[in-house]
């Protein structure tokens, strides 16, 4: 089970700090991404890490802005997002898979998503 939280409205130039928790004796070894999804456009895929932190990845357009990082002992894993801007508004989700996949047909298991507005 996934949870996400974190989001709200902020001013461009902005930042906030996204949480995805997770839950369950089978995704402590899992990999976690985040997408998001804007009105109107398909789901995207902006950073995923490996179970252990070690690997990360990211979309090109947030590459420099968003950090993805995780905390196994608090089964949470972070989205740091600055300088925001208006096109990142967006509701954000988390999804939970085997590796760090961009496909997000490749994720098992999805959290609920959490809106982030971010006003120019």
């Known amino acids: 089970q996934l949870q996400a939280s974190g989001g709200g409205v902020v001013q461009a130039g902005g930042s906030l700090r996204l949480s995805c928790a997770y839950s369950?004796?089978?995704?402590?070894?899992?990999?976690v991404a985040w997408f998001r999804q804007a009105p109107g456009k398909e789901r995207e895929f902006v950073a995923g890490i490996n179970w252990a932190g070690d690997v990360t990845s990211y979309a090109d357009s947030v590459k420099g802005r968003f950090t993805i990082s995780r905390d196994n002992s608090q089964n949470t894993v972070f989205l740091r997002v600055n300088s925001l801007e208006p096109e990142d508004t967006a509701i954000y989700y988390c999804?939970?898979?085997?590796?760090?996949?961009?496909?997000?047909?490749?994720?098992?298991?999805w959290g609920q998503g959490t809106q982030v507005t971010v006003s120019s």
């Open positions: 999804a939970a898979g085997r590796w760090v996949y961009r496909a997000d047909s490749r994720y098992t298991y």
């Open positions: 369950g004796p089978t995704l402590w070894d899992y990999a």
